[in-house]
T-cell receptor
Framework: AQSVTQPDIHITVSEGASLELRCNYS??????LFWYVQSPGQGLQLLLK??????LVQGIKGFEAEFKRSQSSFNLRKPSVHWSDAAEYFC??????????FGAGTILRVKS | NAGVTQTPKFQVLKTGQSMTLQCAQD?????MSWYRQDPGMGLRLIHY???????DQGEVPNGYNVSRSTTEDFPLRLLSAAPSQTSVYFC????????????FGPGTRLTVT
């Protein structure tokens, strides 16, 4: 069965610093991978997706993610974090039956 | 477009009570789903539907019922609430061919005492 691991529960970065959120997946076939963001008190919003092809994908709000098959990873990055990026971030894998399996989430805090 | 709407926003139940969480979408999406979100566990799929009259179980279906009589509505029923069902519940919808691009409602925070 597919699964997603996000090793970091909380991450704190300074405004303007770079960001990398880790995601590891387990899936028997070529995975469909996604990152969602949840702002406080809100539902989730899709940031970016990977299906195939170029392993570096661009998303909204200046985020990007890189798929590394050899490491079963799909880490999310942003070169310069803004205070408005403070949120919870979820990695997800698209599995059988058109279902999404989510990781436990990483809470990002941004300090000024 | 209102998107995905959920009611109520907050609810407190006593053990054994029943209730229905409402979910509606106005995007003509075929695919709708219910998740629960618990600290440290991410979102877990409860039930989903790929169209009117078609529902299926997700990862954690026990204690919950759903039905889909129209494309727009996908209510979630708790028949006999238990403290373990204290959670935040999210409804989501998407076009079936883009099931991964799910539009989420604002959530319902449920407390069962």
């Amino acid at each position: 069965a597919q699964s997603v691991t996000q090793p970091d529960i909380h991450i704190t970065v300074s405004e303007g610093a770079s960001l990398e959120l880790r995601c590891n997946y387990s899936y028997g076939a070529t995975p469909y991978l996604f990152w969602y963001v949840q702002s406080p008190g809100q539902g989730l919003q899709l940031l970016l997706k990977y299906f195939s092809g170029d392993t570096l994908v661009q998303g909204i709000k200046g985020f990007e993610a890189e798929f590394k098959r050899s490491q079963s990873s799909f880490n999310l990055r942003k070169p310069s974090v803004h205070w408005s990026d403070a949120a919870e971030y979820f990695c997800a894998v698209g599995g059988h039956g058109n279902k999404l399996v989510f990781g436990a989430g990483t809470i990002l805090r941004v300090k000024s | 477009n209102a998107g995905v709407t959920q009611t109520p926003k907050f609810q407190v139940l006593k053990t054994g009570q029943s209730m229905t969480l409402q979910c509606a979408q106005d995007m003509n999406h075929e695919y709708m789903s219910w998740y629960r979100q618990d600290p440290g566990m991410g979102l877990r799929l409860i039930h989903y539907s790929v169209g009117a009259g078609i529902t299926d179980q997700g990862e954690v279906p026990n204690g919950y019922n759903v039905s889909r009589s129209t494309t727009e509505d996908f209510p979630l029923r708790l028949l006999s609430a238990a403290p373990s069902q204290t959670s935040v519940y999210f409804c989501a919808s998407s076009a079936t061919e883009r099931y991964y691009e799910q539009y989420f409602g604002p959530g319902t925070r449920l407390t069962v005492t």
